[in-house]
Nanobody, 115 residues
């Protein structure tokens, strides 16, 4: 059974940092594209970053230079280091896994950035 469990969210001030983590089970992340998405109140879910098999990485323009996605194949985890946070980064952050043509989601972790 595929499971994705996010952690690491919280309340930070503008300019602060957090490290989000996604623990995957039921499959091996090294063979699949993993990602982070976010959904702010009243808005659609949007891409933050993805990391494919190997080291192929993609970022949304709004987070380039501030966020870093990484993965640990041995621990089967995906991380997202978020730096220089802005109030507009406030959202629920979701971990995703693309498996055999289907996208699986975790339940999300809330990041709130105060001004």
């Amino acid at each position: 059974q595929v499971q994705l469990v996010e952690s690491g969210g919280g309340l930070v001030q503008t300019g602060g940092s957090l490290r989000l983590s996604c623990a995957a089970s039921g499959f091996r992340i090294g063979f699949n594209t993993m990602g982070w998405y976010r959904q702010a109140p009243g808005k659609q879910r949007e891409l933050v970053a993805t990391i494919g098999p190997g080291t192929r990485i993609n970022y949304a323009d709004s987070v380039k230079g501030r966020f870093t996605i990484s993965k640990d194949n041995a621990l089967n985890t995906v991380g997202l280091q978020v730096n220089n946070l802005k109030p507009e980064d406030t959202a629920v952050y979701y971990c995703s896994a693309d498996l055999s043509g289907s996208r699986h989601w975790g339940k999300g972790t809330l990041v709130t950035v105060s001004s």
